[in-house]
């Protein structure tokens, strides 16, 4: 059983288009969390949901739009895409909204934007 | 704000020992993490230590952690080709993990 999973895996897309990314996790966590890695594979927090409440939401561009139907599912929607979006989008979550609750990540999303 | 620093590559031969170091800038970090990311995959969590122990051990791999100079480490025995991956260290501010850029092991023969 995946923990926690997203699909795509694979994303390919023009510039301005807008996309979707979806996040389901099987654990019963309260927090989900979206994290971008760039192509230097630097890892930095987008967003954070603690029982479909927002609670993070760093510097992003408001193109950038979470959604959290429910507990288990955290997705990712974003609008006229951008060059500088393409990096692997990664879904993770845990039991609660601290830092001493572990995350446990998905497998990832590599979006490429033409 | 605060940040988290690895050196960006390590290469180690196999069965040697790797150590890979961190330093981290928030002092009020509760938990400090390992993760393992190999290629074209998500994020393992491999280790953690809470911020009031010195050193953690299980079994290949050992954690120590010096709150004064706020410097974490990861050693890895006998390391094998299968170690070879990213190593991302974490600090646990109050309700995120900063994550450093991630050392890259190469493990040759």
């Known amino acids: 059983d995946t923990a926690v999973s997203q699909t795509p895996k694979y994303l390919v897309t023009q510039m301005g288009n807008d996309k979707s990314i979806k996040c389901e996790q099987n654990?019963?966590?309260?927090?989900m969390y979206w994290y971008k890695q760039d192509s230097k594979k630097f890892l930095k927090i987008m967003f954070s949901?603690?029982?479909?409440?927002?609670?993070i939401n760093e510097t992003v561009p408001n193109r950038f739009s979470p959604k959290s139907p429910d507990k288990a599912h955290l997705n990712l929607h974003i609008n006229s895409l951008e060059l500088g979006d393409s990096a692997v989008y990664f879904c993770?979550?845990?039991?609660?909204?601290?830092?001493?609750?572990?995350?446990?990540f998905g497998p990832g999303t590599r979006l490429t934007v033409l | 704000g605060e940040d988290v620093e690895q050196s960006l590559f390590l290469s180690v031969r196999e069965g040697d020992s790797s150590v890979i170091n961190c330093t981290y800038t928030d002092s009020s970090s509760t938990y400090l993490y390992w993760y393992k990311q190999e290629p074209g995959a998500g994020l393992q969590l491999l280790t953690y230590?809470?911020?009031?122990?010195d050193m953690k051990q299980d079994q290949r791999l050992t954690v120590l952690l010096n709150k004064k100079d706020k410097h974490l480490s990861l050693r890895i025995a006998d390391t094998q080709t299968g170690d070879s991956a990213i190593y991302f260290c974490?600090?646990?501010?109050?309700?995120?993990?900063?994550f450093g850029a991630g050392t890259r092991l190469a493990v040759h023969p």
């Open positions: 949901y603690n029982n479909k409440e927002l609670i």
């Open positions: 993770a979550s845990s039991a609660g909204a601290t830092s001493t609750d572990t995350q446990y």
């Open positions: 230590i809470f911020s009031n122990m």
């Open positions: 654990l019963g966590h309260d927090t």
């Open positions: 974490a600090a646990g501010g109050y309700n995120k993990l900063i």
